[in-house]
């Protein structure tokens, strides 16, 4: 029987690896929760600079990790639609390739082309998405997304469409 700290802990790791709630949208969880991150990354275009967002990244990355290893093995499940946390720092990850942009351009670019990476998952991404069953597994294979979505955007932003 679960004691009542154990009940809290999961659930303040679903609140976490939910977003807040957003993850338990009915449908496409995960493009809710990329949408629900670009205020996120407005904020930082407006207040912060660029070690403040890649030091807040890599915590909120290693927090992840461990806190979907523990909802995971917890709940017994794998990678749940409703953690949409690696969706968020897919986003953030995204982001730092065109970082301190407040361009509503260029935040519909990161938004969309890590949506696009995210879902097609090119290699490693689908190896880490496919056979690695913890909670590495469950977030660095948006974290990898994104990295090809960042420089997917950078080349849009400097050669096509912007500026």
Do not use: C
């Not at 190896?127 to 690695?132: A, H, N, V």
Request: charged share 15%; glycine share 6%; aromatic share 18%.
């Amino acid at each position: 029987m679960k004691t009542q700290n154990n009940t809290i802990k999961i659930k303040s790791a679903r609140l976490f690896l939910s977003f807040f709630g957003v993850g338990f949208a009915p449908k496409a969880p995960g493009t809710f929760g990329s949408a629900a991150t670009l205020p996120l990354l407005y904020l930082f275009g407006l207040y912060s600079n660029i070690y403040t967002l890649a030091i807040f990244t890599v915590v909120l990355f290693i927090a992840s990790v461990f806190i979907a290893e523990y909802a995971q093995n917890e709940l017994h499940v794998h990678d749940p639609g409703w953690i949409v946390m690696d969706e968020v720092l897919g986003m953030l990850v995204t982001y730092m390739f065109v970082f301190p942009s407040l361009d509503f351009i260029e935040l519909f670019l990161v938004f969309v082309i890590f949506r696009f990476f995210d879902i097609i998952k090119i290699w490693p991404a689908s190896y880490f998405d496919k056979k690695i069953k913890h909670g590495l597994g469950t977030i660095i294979d948006d974290v990898i997304s994104a990295i090809y979505a960042g420089i997917v955007v950078l080349l849009v932003k400097n050669y096509y469409l912007i500026n």
